[in-house]
């Protein structure tokens, strides 16, 4: 007997491409290692013995990907939007992330945003931290300790933002992040890994720019940033960066735009063509944020153009710009913001659909971790296991129209067991 084989029963649902949805009723998914072997109608005689966790009726699709969202912003979700990008940083944003040097604090909020992210969909999360290095490291061992499998940035700013969420100099900046990345290291996480986090342009001077492509070369690190999010902010990287052809390439005259680590853009609102274009031969990831774009009036962005472009892209919760951390939500916010774009702004690009939104949710975001995000052999297993009983009415629903219900209105009453990398946590 192999110790590491275990089996899952129930309607299997997962993409094999943006337009693929493949659905298994009643199949076995066989687990080895933490990796899917094989999905089939009846189980092979040689994983006869082995345990079967049998979730009858149930749904079973991989865990959520949130490729953007910030943890110490998880106090004021539901707050304080009316308004644009950086008037809402300066109002609500600096002044909350500024109470993470205080590590009792810390402790308290991070807690709530570990506990509510371990009770949701997501299994892999791309998330900011603060400028705070002892409070960044506090929230990884917190999510260490849960179990998800996430990228954590300590964030670095140097220029434009308030004293008391400010780093005093390039040199601070780039010392505090060698000093957390040594710390991280020392720690020996086994799903938790460091992520360099340049907030955005305009937070970041030229010189830390240059400090964190030489960090990145060093320690062969994965980085994550904000891009093309919104009008007043685009121009205002132009006004800091006279010598950047596009926003992208402000970050990519530095090395930090995916040509050597992988890299994760959050929103890409206004991405013009040559940015699609730098973003595509260089494998930047978009994590795309509907909710936040509404709420903080950024816009829409063009995903249909990204997928048909063959640009990496996934989903983002963006809390607190997004109000929820459920990328079930996120992926409706997706399908209704590309109608609204579709009709009021460009009908050229057609309007998403739940198989595409489903695919950018799991597949299409989990590739930044790896094989993840699927049920094909060789993928991490990442399962959430859905109860749609609540939501039932008489008549008959298939499978994937279940799935189709779950996206627009379940919740975490629907979520009945969870696995990370194939061990279960919830
Ligand atoms: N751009 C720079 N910082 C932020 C942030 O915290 N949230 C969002 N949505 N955009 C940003
Ligand atoms: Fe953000």
Partial sequence: MNESIFILKGNL???????????????????????????YKTLPFEYGGYPVEDYGDRLIIPGLVDLHVHAPQYS???LGMDMELLEWLETNTFPEESKFCDMEYARKAYGIFVENLKKSATTRACIFATIHRQATLLLMDMLEEAGLDTMVGKVNMDRNSPDYLREASAEESAAETVE???????????????ILTPRFTPSCTDELMEKLKMIQMRYSLPLQSHLSENP????WVKELCPWSEFYGDAYDKFGLFGADCPTVMAHC???DDREI?????????????PESNMNIASGVAPVRKFLDEGVHVGMGSDVAGGSTESIF????????????????????????????????ATKGGGEFFGKVGSFEPGYELDAVVLDDTRLKHPQDLDVKKRLERMIYFSDDREICAKYVAGVQIL
């Fill in 13 to 39: 649902i997962y993409s094999k491409s943006a337009k693929e949805l493949e659905v298994c009723e009643n199949s076995y998914l066989v687990c080895e290692d933490g990796v899917v072997r094989g999905i």
């Fill in 232 to 235: 007043g902010e685009i121009s």
């Fill in 269 to 271: 609102v206004y991405s």
């Fill in 180 to 194: 957390w990345i040594k710390d991280v290291l020392h720690k020996k996480y086994k799903h938790t890994k460091p």
């Fill in 329 to 360: 939500t996120a992926m409706a916010h997706a399908i209704q913001a590309s109608k609204l774009r579709w009709r009021l702004q460009d009908e050229s690009l057609k309007p998403l659909t739940v198989e595409e939104a489903f695919f950018m």
């Fill in 277 to 289: 274009a730098r973003m595509k031969e260089n494998g930047v990831f978009v994590a795309h944020c």
């Fill in 76 to 78: 004021f979700r539901g």
